[in-house]
């Protein structure tokens, strides 16, 4: 059994993954943790901060520091979790990839290599609907979907 873990970097993302980790354990299975980093985030987020801080000059420098924050921020997350399942003797391995969240996520899910995808019901927002991610990529996704709350 292999198992797809989407990871965003949320809560939701991390619960879900102590659940793959769980069912990864009881079926002897492999947990493959994934996360896809999208720089057009990176460029929106410098963009707002340059019109906050009323310096639009320094828009490249603002994105190259937020693109280096999200790609240490995921890691971090992604080696937390990869030490969980160490601890509890799950074979685990971590994929990050950049681009578009929907087209890397159905690409990788869809490959053939997996048994299972799980994920968060919700993103980083945080917001008490079902993630928009999810509405756009569950109905695409060939193997089960479990869906962590």
């Known amino acids: 059994m292999r198992i797809l873990v989407l990871i965003d970097g949320s809560?939701?993302?991390?619960?879900?993954?102590?659940?793959?980790?769980?069912?990864?354990?009881?079926?002897?299975?492999k947990v493959i943790l994934f996360s896809v980093l999208d720089r057009r985030e990176a460029k929106a987020m410098a963009f707002n901060l340059g019109m906050v801080s009323e310096n639009l000059g320094e828009l490249q420098k603002f994105e190259e520091e937020i693109w280096k924050d999200m790609k240490r921020s995921i890691k971090g997350i992604m080696s937390n979790l990869l030490e969980k399942c160490?601890?509890?003797?799950?074979?685990?391995?971590?994929?990050?990839?950049?681009?578009?969240?929907?087209?890397?996520?159905?690409?990788?899910?869809?490959?053939?290599?997996?048994?299972?995808?799980?994920?968060?019901?919700?993103?980083?927002?945080?917001?008490?609907?079902i993630g928009s991610l999810l509405e756009e990529v569950v109905g695409s996704i060939e193997p089960p979907v479990m869906i962590v709350r």
Not at 11 to 29: C, E, M, N, T
Not at 100 to 129: C, D, F, P, Q
């Open 86 to 129: 160490h601890e509890e003797g799950v074979n685990c391995s971590l994929k990050i990839v950049e681009g578009a969240a929907k087209e890397r996520i159905l690409e990788e899910a869809n490959s053939g290599h997996y048994t299972l995808v799980v994920m968060g019901a919700y993103g980083r927002s945080g917001k008490t609907r």
């Open 11 to 29: 809560k939701w993302s991390q619960k879900a993954a102590l659940h793959a980790i769980a069912v990864a354990k009881r079926k002897r299975g």
